[in-house]
C-alpha cells in the first residue's frame, strides 16, 4: 500500500503547494465554490487525495459532499458559473491542469483521465448508435478510417462482454439494457486507453445482481491495464469489495484516509464511524440501528470549528473553535478529528 | 387465516401492449404481476424484494387499489378491496396508506406542509373535526420528528430525510392499519436512511401497524421484516421468514440475489462466493415458458421450460420455494449483534 499524503489544511486562498512528487493523479488543496443567486456555497474547502497507477481510490461521501464536483474539476467538466475554483491544483503527471490551456486539457480527456458516469442513458447521445459513438473517438483523437474505427469499436465492446458485438454496434442506446448501456460507456471511455479512470456512482443507477456484473468488470479490466481508479460512492458495500485505499469526504473536505482495511477495522474519524454504524448488514440481526443524528451542514453556512462537530458524539468545545487538520495517525493513515489519536488507540 | 390483515390471493395485473393510433389493438400483454398470494399477518412487516421490473411497484399500485388487478383479489378484513367503488372505497382507503419512494416529486411545492399532512382530514372529516386540525397535524410532526414550528413551510425548505418523515406524516394522519412503504428509503443518504428506518420501527410498535416493504436493498429489507417475499418477473419465487430467506434460501435466484450483495467487510472479500447470473432480465411481455428464472439459472433442465413449478414448500426446506430443484445453500454467514 502506498503511503498517505497528509495535507495541511492550509487556510482558504493559498493554493497548493506546487512540488511534483512523480503521482500519477495529484488534487492538492483544492478549493471551490458555487456562487448562486441566494449565496456562495463552499463546496470543496481544501481536498487533497491522489491516485497511482493500478490502485484504486475510493471517495466516499454522500450527497453534498463534494465528491462529484472534485471529480468535475478534474475531468475539466465543472459548469462555471455557478462553480468556480478558488485555490489548489489539479497534477497529471506533475503538471497543473487547471493551468493549462483548453486544448491541452482536451487531449488529456479521454487519453489521459476519462470518466464513466452513474447515468448512462442521459451520457450517451440518444440520436447515435452506440457503435458510432464509441468508433468516433478513434476517428477524431487517432485519424482512423471508418472502417478500421469500426473494427476497434467492436473490439471495445466485446473487451466490455457485451454478447454479440458485431449486431450491437448499430444499436442506439435505448435498445440496450441499464447494464449494457453501462458496459457501452465504460467501452467508449476506456477507447483511447486512459491512465485514470473515474468512476462516479458507475452501479448505483443498476440492480445487484447487474451491480455484481459491473463491477467485475471494471476491476478486471483495471488490473489488466494498469489503470489508476477514482470510484467515487456512497456505497459501503460496494467499497469493501474493490477499494484500496478510502478517502472519505464529509462538507467538502477529506475527513479520513485510510487503507480499506483498517478503515472499516478501526475508524478514526466519528463520521466514518457513524456511517458505519447505520448501514444495515445482510449478515447481521440487530435491533435498532445506530443513526448520526442531525443532518449535513448547509454549504453556504458551514459551522465554524469542525464541519461535522454539530452531529458529533464526541464533539468538545475545541470542536467548535478549530478545524481539525488532516493529519497522520497511526501508520499510514490520516484523520481530520481533534481526538483521532484516542480513536485509533482505542480497543 | 384468520390474524391475516390483507390477504392477496392470485393477484394478476396485465398491461395491454397496443399498437396503431385510430384503430387500436392489442398486440401483447405486460405480465407486470402474473399470480401473486401472500396474506399479511397483523402487527407484522412483510418485506418484498426483487430487481427492476419484477413487478414489486405494481404490486404496491394493486394493493393501494390505484390499478384495478386484471384478476385475482385483496382482501382486507373480509373485504375484497377491487370490488369496492364510491363511498365503501373512500372508507377503506383510510386503513390503507401508501409512503412513495421520492420525496422530492411526492409532495406538491405549492403546498405548506401543514396542508399537505392537513389534506387527508379534508377528505375524511370525520378523523379530525376542522377547528383541531392544525392541532393534529403539529402533533403528527412531532411525531416523525419534525419541528411543530415548521408547519407553514415549504416542502423545498427540507432536506430529502425530512421530506420523507413529511410523506410518513401524510401517510399516518389518518391512523391506518397497513402502511404499504414503495422503496421509502432507497433516494436517502446512509445516515440519513437509517433515521428514518428507525422511525418507521418506532411508529410500527407504537400504533400497531402493518407494513409492506417493498424494496431493493436486501439489507434494508432484512432489518426492517419479519417476512420476507422474492419476487422474479411477476411472480414470488420464494416466501419465508427472514431467517428462512436469508439463512436457508432453496431457490436459485434468491441465492443469486443474496450473494451479490456487497457486504460492507473487506475482510470478507476473498471467502465469500458469489454466483454470477448472466444476461439480463427477460421481457415481461413474453416471459420464458415454465419457470420464469431458466433462462439465467444454471440448473435449468428440460423439465423447467416444460412445468411451471408452484410455490409450495420442498423436500428438505420449510418454506415455500417455486423451484423444482430446490435446495439448501448458505450464501450469508449471519451473526447476532
Known sequence: MSDILVSEQSAPGTGGSGRPSGRLLEVDDLRVEFRTRDGVAKVINGVTYHVDAGETLAVLGESGSGKSVTAQTIMGILDTPPGFVTGGQVRFHGKDMLRMSNEERRRIRGEGIAMIFQDALSALNPVFTVGFQIAEQFRVRRGMGRADAKKRAIEMLDQVKIPNAKSRFNNYPHQFSGGMRQRAMIAMSLALDPEVLIADEPTTALDVTVQAQIMDLLAELQRERQMGMILITHDLGVVADVADRIAVMYAGRIVEEADVYDLYAKPAHPYTMGLIDSIPRMDEKGQQLRTIKGLPPNLMNIPPGCPFNPRCPMAQPVCREKIPPLLQVGHARASACHFAEELVNRD | ?337
Open chain 2, 1 to 337: 387465516m384468520t390474524d391475516n390483515i390483507l390477504e392477496v390471493r392470485d393477484l394478476v395485473k396485465h398491461y395491454p401492449v397496443t399498437q396503431g393510433v385510430v384503430f387500436k389493438k392489442t398486440v401483447g400483454q405486460v405480465k407486470a404481476v402474473d399470480g401473486v398470494s401472500f396474506g399479511l399477518r397483523t402487527g407484522e412487516t412483510l418485506g418484498v424484494v426483487g430487481e427492476s421490473g419484477c413487478g414489486k411497484s405494481t404490486l404496491a399500485r394493486v394493493l393501494m387499489n390505484l390499478e384495478k388487478p386484471t384478476a385475482g383479489s385483496v382482501v382486507y378484513k373480509g373485504q375484497d378491496i377491487s370490488k369496492l367503488s364510491g363511498g365503501a372505497l373512500r372508507r377503506l382507503r383510510r386503513q390503507i396508506q401508501l409512503v412513495m419512494q421520492d420525496p422530492y416529486t411526492s409532495l406538491n411545492p405549492r403546498m405548506t406542509v401543514g396542508d399537505l399532512i392537513g389534506e387527508p382530514f379534508e377528505i375524511h372529516p370525520e378523523v379530525a373535526p376542522k377547528g383541531s386540525r392544525r392541532a393534529k397535524v403539529r402533533e403528527l410532526l412531532d411525531l416523525v420528528g419534525l419541528n411543530p414550528e415548521h408547519i407553514n413551510r415549504y416542502p423545498h425548505q427540507f432536506s430529502g430525510g425530512q421530506r420523507q418523515r413529511i410523506g410518513i406524516a401524510r401517510a399516518l394522519a389518518l391512523r391506518p392499519e397497513v402502511i404499504v412503504c414503495d422503496e421509502p428509503v432507497s433516494a436517502l443518504d446512509v445516515s440519513i436512511q437509517a433515521q428514518v428506518m428507525n422511525l418507521l420501527e418506532q411508529l410500527q410498535g407504537e400504533f400497531g401497524l402493518s407494513y409492506v416493504f417493498i424494496a431493493h436493498d436486501l439489507s434494508v429489507v432484512r432489518h426492517l421484516s419479519d417476512r420476507v417475499a422474492v419476487m422474479y418477473l411477476g411472480k414470488i419465487v420464494e416466501i419465508g421468514t427472514e431467517d428462512e430467506i436469508y439463512e436457508r434460501p432453496t431457490h436459485p435466484y434468491t441465492q443469486a440475489l443474496l450473494s451479490a450483495v456487497p457486504v460492507p467487510d473487506p475482510t470478507q472479500r476473498h471467502n465469500k462466493t458469489i454466483i454470477r447470473l448472466t444476461g439480463d432480465v427477460p421481457s415481461p411481455i413474453s416471459p420464458p415458458s415454465g419457470c420464469r428464472f431458466r433462462t439465467r439459472c444454471w440448473k435449468a433442465q428440460d423439465v423447467c421450460a416444460e412445468q411451471v413449478p408452484l410455490l409450495e414448500i420442498r423436500r428438505g426446506s420449510d418454506h415455500p420455494s417455486a423451484c423444482h430443484f430446490a435446495e439448501r445453500r448458505e450464501i450469508v454467514a449471519t451473526h447476532e449483534v
